[in-house]
């Protein structure tokens, strides 16, 4: 890319020109993520249009961005955007929590860790969603249900990389604080969590990229609103092109928290080489 | 001459218009898993003194600082500051600077210090005070040593541990490094220990050089060239080459103080060898 406009710049005698081409390279550089998604939604549009596909299978771009329309304009749409976000972020922020809660306690006090761990290792590797039938004879098919179900498995990747990151701080540096006078929760808050920090993002960024997968499976399986009701309904109606606006909303969703977790990296790790730009 | 600059600095000492501390360790012990790693070491520092410990590696030389720092403690034998009647000042130079990565070169300076003011101040005496608001990442190895002179100069300590601290250093920046020090040294009036391999550098800083070997402490001896010492000069090669054929076990007769410069052909495999210490 630097290559096709390197002659550009090197044309120096004339600086607004060495400056459209620093223009223009910026903007490529905003376009160049976007050209094989539109690539493929032309390609759809054309296969569907000509008849390749049947609409059955995939309805045509068009058809369902005017779905998606019709579903904003009633409202429908938001309720359950609301309804899945409202779902996500309160099932994160109780699993999420709770697992740095613990991987602080059992990375910091070697008793927790030996009381928890074997424990937390045998229910880590049952599938959360083979815990559907339980969950629904314990809680019914009500919120409690699938903020349960979500917030176990959004658990264990913030515990794990807790636990890791606390374990993997550098002794020297622990070492060096203590030498010069820090202990207890002043050591813990300049030391060993900043140092534990990276692991913990890491933990994090897993966890919300899990959130929507087990949320859509609990909101299929059990619900009567979100997005995952949505398309569940829609397919009974064969609705094709709703059940496409659902799946499209869980990738959008997808990306925002991938947005979130990386802008919180950007901030909390702008110290670390690996995470400037 | 130079025996007056000494006296000199004597006297400054024995006034306790300075800083620096009286250190006496007694019959010092130090096991790990059953190896001996230090035998009964016997070692007095008088106020404001600057010992050099040299030695191969794994002579025990950096467990007996280590000891001294209180990051260990001893099996047998006792280490005593000063009058005994508080606990000492005592702050540490490692050989990598351990500063904290996600902390400014500043507030790395000002880690455990109760007080705000003088951080600044400490990073202007070794010459970074317009690197205050940077990550260390950013920083050559060579500064971040510079930083870490000054988070341990900045509490004033009455004892400085240098535990090769300038051994990841290029030979320029270490000689410069060696002048910082020597010259923070005789403006503060601290004790200091400092344990290296290269006896060069403990010639050109300390005031006494001890050889620790298997254990025990098998040389202790005064230098007694003024400051600043040339390493050019010939007194200077004269101890270097004594000093370093007793670390080789060489016969000290081709070598001894009263040659002029020794054998020559000695002289080249003393330095060809000299790496390895």
Known sequence: ?277 | MQSNAIEQRHVDAATGARRGLRVAIEGVSKSFDGREVLKSIDLAMAPGEFVAIVGRSGCGKSTLLRLIAALETADRGRIAFGDGSRPPQTRIMFQDSRLLPWKRVLDNVRLGLPRKNGALQALQQVGLAERAREWPAVLSGGQRQRVALARALVHDPELLLLDEPLGALDALTRIEMQQLIESLWQARGFTALLVTHDVQEAIALADRVVLIEEGRITLDERIELARPRTRGSLAFARLEEHILSRVLKQSPSATSLDSALGDVSLLKTVNQFAWAI
């Open chain 1, 1 to 277: 890319m630097s290559a096709v406009f390197s002659p550009v710049r090197a044309d120096a005698g004339n600086p607004s020109s060495t400056r459209s081409a620093a223009v223009l390279g910026a903007i490529w550089r905003r376009v160049l993520p976007w050209v094989v998604p539109i690539l493929l939604l032309v390609l759809w549009q054309v296969a569907t249009q000509s008849g390749w596909l049947s609409s059955r299978v995939l309805p045509q771009p068009l058809a369902v961005a005017k779905a998606a329309w019709h579903l904003a304009r009633t409202g429908e749409l938001w309720a359950n955007v609301k309804i899945s976000l409202w779902r996500a972020v309160v099932s994160f922020a109780v699993g999420g929590g709770l697992g740095l809660l613990l991987g602080l306690l059992s990375g910091t006090f070697r008793i927790v860790e030996i009381l928890l761990d074997t424990t937390l290792q045998m229910i880590r590797n049952i599938p959360a969603l083979a815990l559907i039938p339980l969950v629904i004879l314990w809680f019914g098919i009500e919120e409690t249900s699938k903020i349960f179900l979500v917030a176990i498995g959004v658990f264990f990747p913030v515990y794990l990389n807790t636990f890791h990151g606390i374990r993997s701080v550098d002794k020297g540096l622990i070492e060096m604080a203590q030498s010069y006078g820090l202990s207890g929760w002043p050591l813990y808050r300049d030391v060993i969590l900043p140092g534990a920090l990276p692991a913990i993002l890491v933990g994090v960024r897993f966890s919300l990229g899990l959130v929507w997968v087990l949320l859509i499976v609990a909101e299929t399986i059990s619900a009567q609103s979100g997005i995952g009701y949505m398309t569940m309904n829609a397919r009974e109606f064969l609705q094709t092109d709703v059940v496409l606006v659902g799946i499209l909303l869980y990738a959008l969703l997808g990306k925002l928290a991938d947005v979130v977790s990386r802008l919180l990296e950007r901030y909390w790790l702008r110290w670390h080489p690996g995470y400037r730009h």
